[in-house]
């Protein structure tokens, strides 16, 4: 039940009975009140910690739970946050953060001259895709200001879309074996170092070292599907380093 008071509140808005969730770590609730002043939280208290009529609008929640907004983590919302900008499905849920451009599809950097294909025109027709550099897109979001906040990634490498253009998977490779295989990637990365402190040849190293993941990978795990993974990655790799390939080999690839 909310009520208005008539006396003179400190505070905007006041939670009573409410069951907390800091969100620190602990999954232990605690039972308590909850003063807010614009956006911010300004009292979080025990039960009667508050005075009565403390707050211009004061809601009892009767055991509701309140907790820190949740994160959605992988959304397609790169269009949305701009459209509709209440985002009222996500924050009826408790969610205030969006984390868009999954899958390799975003919203940029990139535009298109006809409809874009699947998995593309997921966001919409080419009449959405107006940002060619991501810096567009941003300041976009920043001046529409979306009722969440928005996390947002670049589409993957190697999109077919885009006629297979985009980096060169090494740091995409970096961050997936980090995870799943740390000890190759820390053997490889060893090789990595020497290789362009040796040569200064930054290419040459990354080349060397994504040809022995699937070594190491071999030589400290029995997982099939790891190594299926680390070999396809490593060819993908090197198949994108097929112009350095060439420059080494005619002695006119940079060093650093």
Same mark, same amino acid.
């Given at each position: 039940?909310?009520?208005?008071?008539?006396?003179?509140?400190?505070?905007? &808005?006041?939670? =009573? @009975?409410? /069951?907390?969730?800091?969100?620190?770590?602990?999954?232990?609730?605690?039972?308590?009140?909850?003063?807010?002043?614009?956006?911010?939280?300004?009292?979080?208290?025990?039960?009667?910690?508050?005075?009565?009529?403390?707050?211009?609008?004061?809601?009892?929640?009767?055991?509701?739970?309140?907790?820190?907004?949740?994160?959605?983590? &992988?959304?397609?919302? @790169? =269009?949305?946050?701009?459209?509709?900008?209440?985002?009222?499905?996500?924050?009826?849920?408790?969610?205030?953060?969006?984390?868009? !451009?999954?899958?390799?599809?975003?919203?940029?950097? /990139?535009?298109?001259? *006809?409809?874009?294909?699947?998995?593309?025109?997921?966001? +919409?027709?080419?009449? /959405?895709?107006?940002?060619?550099?991501?810096?567009?897109?941003?300041?976009?979001? =920043?001046?529409?200001?979306?009722?969440?906040?928005?996390?947002?990634?670049? !589409?993957?490498?190697?999109?077919?879309?885009?006629?297979?253009?985009?980096?060169?998977?090494?740091?995409?490779?970096?961050?997936?074996?980090?995870?799943? %295989?740390?000890? %190759?990637?820390?053997?490889? !990365?060893?090789?990595?170092?020497?290789?362009?402190?040796?040569?200064?040849?930054?290419?040459?190293? *990354?080349?060397?070292?994504?040809?022995?993941?699937?070594?190491?990978?071999?030589?400290?795990?029995?997982? =099939?599907?790891?190594?299926?993974? %680390?070999?396809? +990655?490593?060819?993908?790799?090197?198949?994108? &380093?097929?112009?350095?390939?060439?420059?080494?080999?005619? &002695?006119?690839?940079?060093?650093?």
């Amino acid at each position: 039940m909310t009520t208005e008071t008539a006396s003179a509140p400190k505070y905007d &808005h006041v939670l =009573r @009975d409410a /069951v907390i969730y800091d969100g620190g770590g602990d999954a232990k609730a605690t039972a308590g009140e909850i003063a807010i002043n614009g956006e911010r939280i300004v009292h979080v208290g025990g039960p009667k910690s508050l005075p009565p009529g403390a707050g211009k609008i004061e809601t009892n929640l009767r055991g509701r739970a309140v907790a820190p907004g949740f994160i959605d983590a &992988h959304t397609h919302d @790169d =269009r949305i946050v701009l459209d509709a900008p209440d985002m009222l499905p996500k924050i009826s849920q408790g969610v205030t953060t969006v984390v868009a !451009g999954n899958c390799g599809v975003s919203l940029a950097p /990139v535009t298109f001259a *006809s409809e874009p294909p699947p998995p593309m025109n997921l966001l +919409g027709n080419r009449n /959405v895709y107006e940002f060619p550099t991501f810096a567009a897109y941003a300041r976009a979001i =920043r001046e529409t200001v979306p009722g969440v906040n928005v996390a947002a990634l670049v !589409g993957h490498i190697f999109p077919v879309w885009l006629g297979f253009r985009g980096g060169k998977g090494v740091a995409t490779g970096v961050g997936i074996f980090l995870v799943l %295989a740390p000890v %190759a990637l820390l053997c490889a !990365g060893v090789v990595f170092v020497a290789i362009v402190a040796l040569t200064r040849y930054v290419s040459l190293g *990354s080349i060397v070292a994504a040809i022995l993941i699937p070594v190491f990978v071999w030589l400290l795990s029995d997982l =099939r599907p790891l190594l299926i993974a %680390a070999t396809v +990655g490593a060819a993908l790799i090197v198949f994108a &380093h097929r112009g350095n390939i060439q420059r080494l080999a005619s &002695h006119t690839e940079s060093r650093i």
